[in-house]
Structures are given as structure tokens and as C-alpha cells.
């Protein structure tokens, strides 16, 4: 058993929450912890049958509730209650090799300077069935975040797979909630500030999961509105905002445009061309205010 706190927010995937921890109890070495924290409404915490697992494994088992959907907003409270050095933050809808935790252990281990690690990760192609995906061979049936094929330093931090020292995560202020919603490139923000920080992180293409991408809940918009298009219209334009020199401005509006009114559901649809408009320039107006006022962890109310 290795000194990891794994975090693990999630949203409107009760069915897919359970099989993901009982998969992390396969974790050669354990972690010591797993946090849980639920934004899925009348789901109070793990199947009976999960929670027992954990006790048998004497994996402490943390579930947190929380009454409004955030993504940066769950990973804070996650923070906020994690006791182990390292933090290692993963997606509710993975398949995961037995010796993820191990590798992001031991890289800590070996460098004491490394402030953060991320990883590839395999995301599964649409016409894939979740049963074919092998962990044994990752590439069939999904399609990988980054061609990199060496570690790179400063290189992605991958949200749903990345690993940070629970005391630099703090000092920076966790994740910015002025990315709302499902955040959009709030990676990126995390990132800039370890960099100006004098942070050193890495990412390595050896260590690796496969993201199952559930069509339903977490940050997915079509075919569910598990959050409105124009949350990540504003977390867009946030970014853009804040950091003028990175992104384009025809990356940002093409972005946005296919999130809202160019999306298939909404150009079939004439009756949603004035919410998908509206929505764009509603986005445009927040993401601007927000983008000079981050929600940091040592602004925030603590809870």
C-alpha cells in the first residue's frame, strides 16, 4: 500500500462509479485512500457491496456529496479533505492497468523536484463496445490524447489522468472555479500556474488508462445537458481572456461555435437556434468577466 489519495469526482454515473472503485481495489500496490465526491442528486454514497470491498481491503473509502455540479468545485473539496502527499486524479468512467497508482508512486520516489505527472490516455472510439476494450492491448478500439511518444517536461496534464503533490496543489490554489460547469481547459490554467510557479512537471507515455467515455453524464452536453452549452462558451473565452497569446481566436470561436449553435442537435432544430445563439454571447460576456477573478481555494469559503 502506497501514501496516494485517488480522487475521483463524479456525476450522474451511480451504475459506472461502482464498477470504477471496485476496479481500483485490483491496484497492485494499493492506494490508502479513495475519494469519492458525488454530484449526482438522491445517490447519498457507494453499493453496500463496494463499501464492504473497501473494508476488506482496509482501502479508507471517503464519499463526499455535493448539491451543485462542478467539476473544479469537486476536485477543491476533494483537496481539501486529502491527507496523503500525492494526489492522483482520475475520471469516474476508466479502465485502468492493475499498476497505475505504483507508477505515479514511484516517479514521485525517484524525483523529489517533480511537482506533477500526467499520462496518456486512450479515449475509446465511438463505435467501440466498453467490452471489447482490452487492457492488455490499449490502442484497439480507441484513439490517444497525445502523439508524443517520449516523456516531454511541462508536457499535458490530462484531466482525467494526472497526479499532483497534494501540498503544491494547495499553495497554487487548487482548480480555478471560475471555470464552471464541466470546465474546458482548465488543465491549461493549472498548468500556467506550476509554470510560474518554477513548478516541474512531466508527462510520460508509459503511464497510461483507457477513458471509457460514457455517452451520458460527467461533462458530456450531447444527448444529455448534464450541464448548458454556454458553460463551456464562457469557460472558453475565459481562457482566452487570461491568456491572450495561447489560443487563437479562430480556435476559440470555431470551439465554441461547434459546443453551441453549430452543434447537429441544435442546427436540425430551428426552435433551438435563438437558445444556441443567445447562449454563445452569454458565454462570451462570462468567460470575459470571469477571466480577471479566480476562484481559488484560498478565496474560497472553506467547507
Given amino acids: ?23 481500483l481495489l485490483k491496484q497492485s500496490p494499493l492506494p490508502v485512500r479513495v475519494i469519492v465526491v458525488n454530484q449526482t442528486l438522491g445517490i447519498l454514497g457507494p453499493a453496500t457491496a463496494t463499501k464492504l470491498a473497501y ?20 476536485r477543491n473539496d476533494a483537496l481539501r479533505v486529502s491527507v496523503s502527499p500525492i494526489c492522483l486524479f482520475l475520471d469516474d468512467d476508466i479502465l485502468v492497468p492493475s499498476d497505475l497508482v505504483g507508477k505515479h508512486w514511484n516517479s514521485y520516489q525517484y524525483d523529489k ?33 497525445s502523439m508524443l511518444t517520449v516523456p516531454v517536461q511541462s508536457g499535458p496534464l490530462f484531466g482525467c489522468h494526472f497526479s499532483i503533490r497534494r501540498e503544491i496543489a494547495l499553495s497554487i490554489g487548487g482548480w480555478d472555479e471560475s471555470f464552471i460547469g464541466s470546465a474546458n481547459w482548465e488543465e491549461g490554467d493549472l498548468m500556467n500556474r506550476l509554470t510560474l510557479q518554477g513548478m516541474k512537471f512531466i508527462w510520460h507515455p508509459d503511464i497510461w488508462l483507457i477513458h471509457i467515455k460514457e455517452p451520458m453524464g460527467g461533462c458530456r452536453i450531447p444527448g444529455n445537458q448534464s450541464f448548458q452549452e454556454w458553460t463551456k462558451t464562457a469557460n472558453f473565452f475565459l481562457y482566452k481572456y487570461r491568456y491572450p497569446k495561447e489560443k487563437s481566436w479562430k480556435l476559440v470561436l470555431l470551439t465554441s461555435l461547434r459546443s453551441g449553435p453549430l452543434r447537429k442537435e441544435n442546427i436540425l432544430n430551428p ?16 468567460g470575459y468577466r470571469r477571466a480577471h477573478n479566480p476562484i481559488l481555494i484560498s478565496s474560497n469559503k472553506q467547507k
Fill in 271 to 286: 426552435l433551438r437556434w435563438p437558445t444556441a445563439w443567445c447562449g454563445l454571447f452569454k458565454g462570451w460576456f462570462l
Fill in 1 to 23: 500500500m502506497v501514501d496516494v489519495d485517488v480522487i475521483v469526482p463524479t456525476f450522474g454515473r451511480d451504475h459506472r462509479i461502482n464498477a470504477t472503485l471496485q476496479m
Fill in 55 to 74: 473494508e476488506m481491503h482496509k482501502v479508507d473509502l471517503v464519499w463526499l456529496n455535493r448539491s451543485e455540479a462542478s467539476l473544479c468545485g469537486a
Fill in 113 to 145: 523536484d517533480l511537482a506533477a505527472l500526467g499520462g496518456q490516455v486512450w479515449h475509446r472510439l465511438s463505435l467501440t463496445a466498453i467490452d471489447d476494450l482490452n487492457l492488455k492491448c490499449p490502442e484497439l478500439g480507441t484513439t490517444k490524447a
